[in-house]
């Protein structure tokens, strides 16, 4: 772990276009802020700007990094932020990989733009990528990184899921008339 070359943690969107098709190893940090009126799980502490939220491998950055980037039904990450977010509830597909709505997909990227930040290296023994992230996951305990756990199982209650929801939504709306 120790020889990795990190890139410098730059907004998600703009380091994961920067992302090379190629093997790597990659971290996903909060460079902004929760809402604050959510309601935390049990099991998560409530997290703070610059805290490791997620550990990644990919075999193809560049690939992976699309489905962060726009497909919840691809991403475990997405589904994990959504359900935080209060978004799980607008769901819908009866697949193992749910989907939010179109709109409920543009609130959760646009907070991910806004709020996340990614650093990458690259791995050029694409075998010891498993072997990496554990290495990082066992040290780190990044706390999206949800081993056996669906992202359903991070709940938010009823009520600040709603209101979660509806500031998320609101702050996309015009004030006034």
């Known amino acids: 772990m120790k020889d990795l070359k990190w890139t410098t943690t730059t907004p998600a ?10 093997p790597g190893i990659y971290k996903c ?5 929760l809402p604050k009126d959510v309601q935390w ?6 997290l703070k700007r610059g805290d490791l939220l997620y550990v990644g491998k990919a075999t193809n950055l560049r690939s992976r990094a699309r489905h962060h980037d726009v497909q919840t039904s691809k991403s475990t990450f997405r589904r994990s932020l959504a359900a935080l977010l ?25 907070w991910m733009v806004s709020n996340l930040g990614t650093s990458f290296a690259l791995v050029s023994e694409p075998e010891q990528l498993a072997e990496l992230e554990d290495a990082m ?20 209650s009823a009520l ?10 609101d702050k996309g709306k015009p004030t006034g008339d």
């Open 13 to 22: 969107k703009t380091a994961w276009q920067a992302m090379p098709f190629a």
């Open 29 to 33: 940090f909060l460079t902004g802020g």
């Open 41 to 46: 799980p049990a099991e998560l502490k409530p």
């Open 86 to 110: 209060g978004l799980q509830a607008q769901w819908h597909g009866r697949s193992a990989h749910p989907r939010l709505t179109d709109t409920d997909e543009e609130l959760l990227s646009a």
């Open 137 to 156: 996951r066992a040290e780190l305990l990044p706390p999206f990184n949800r081993d056996g756990l669906t992202p359903e199982q991070i709940h938010v």
């Open 160 to 169: 600040a899921a709603a209101a979660q929801r509806n500031a998320l939504r």
